[in-house]
């Protein structure tokens, strides 16, 4: 069966180090989006891609990048990872550009002490 | 940009009630409207949408109604059992695709 992959589930860093959080799907969906969850706010937009080497920041990209090199992966990038950022990840794909489902990663908790 | 709001944070009822979430929007281009839900520990998963030409659509014990004009829609779960406890999220989806999430309902239904 098709599914979207996260690793790690959880990780702890500290702040101003490197991270990366990875997502894989086998839909082969051309569009993915990385969201934060937050108490309070729901989830946010971080950064999204429509296809290999396409990427568009969202409502929270600060702090944050991504890049596409093929169509199953989209990794999440903490350039120097701050105790803002500290939040649940959730990566997304969706088969369409139109207003259509999107199906949701198992998510990675960051603690960024 | 869109803004949601979602109401109410948290809800509880008897099993076998009813439970009714509300959200509005902001931008009159939205034109579909996901409702998903959240275990704990899980990621969303989509339980229902709407698009901006219907006013109304049913799955089985689940509802969601839109009024376009005053701009808000509304999840309904009719015979509530225990498994529909968890968060629910609701979405508003524009012509950007972008999807912009209410802050969620933390649905409790008591045995």
């Known amino acids: 069966d098709a599914e979207i992959t996260q690793s790690p589930r959880h990780k702890i860093t500290e702040t101003g180090r490197q991270v990366t959080l990875a997502c894989h799907q086998t839909?082969?969906?051309?569009?993915m989006f990385w969201y934060r969850q937050d108490l309070g706010h729901g989830l946010r937009l971080i950064h999204y891609?429509?296809?290999?080497?396409?990427?568009n920041k969202g409502e929270v990209s600060d702090g944050y990048s991504v890049s596409r090199s093929n169509t199953e992966d989209l990794p999440l990038t903490l350039e120097s990872a701050a105790s803002s950022q500290t939040s649940v990840y959730f990566c997304?794909?969706?088969?369409?550009?139109?207003?259509?489902?999107?199906?949701f990663g198992p998510g990675t908790r960051l603690t960024v002490l | 940009g869109e803004n949601v709001e979602q109401h109410p944070s948290t809800l509880s009822v008897q099993e076998g009630d009813s439970a009714v979430i509300k959200c509005t929007y902001s931008?009159?281009?939205?034109?579909?409207f996901p409702w998903y839900k959240q275990e704990l520990g899980k990621g969303p998963q989509l339980i229902i949408d709407?698009?901006?030409?219907?006013g109304e659509k049913k799955d089985q014990r689940i509802a969601v109604t839109l009024n376009k004009t005053a701009k808000h829609f509304s999840l309904h779960i009719t015979e509530t059992q225990p498994e529909d406890s968890a968060v629910y999220f609701c979405?508003?989806?524009?012509?950007?695709?972008?999807?912009?999430f209410g802050t969620g309902t933390s649905l409790t239904v008591i045995p």
């Open positions: 997304a794909s969706s088969e369409t550009h139109r207003g259509d489902e999107q199906f």
């Open positions: 839909w082969n969906h051309n569009n």
């Open positions: 891609s429509y296809g290999v080497q396409d990427t």
């Open positions: 931008d009159s281009a939205s034109n579909y």
């Open positions: 709407i698009r901006s030409n219907v």
């Open positions: 979405a508003a989806v524009g012509t950007g695709n972008q999807f912009y």
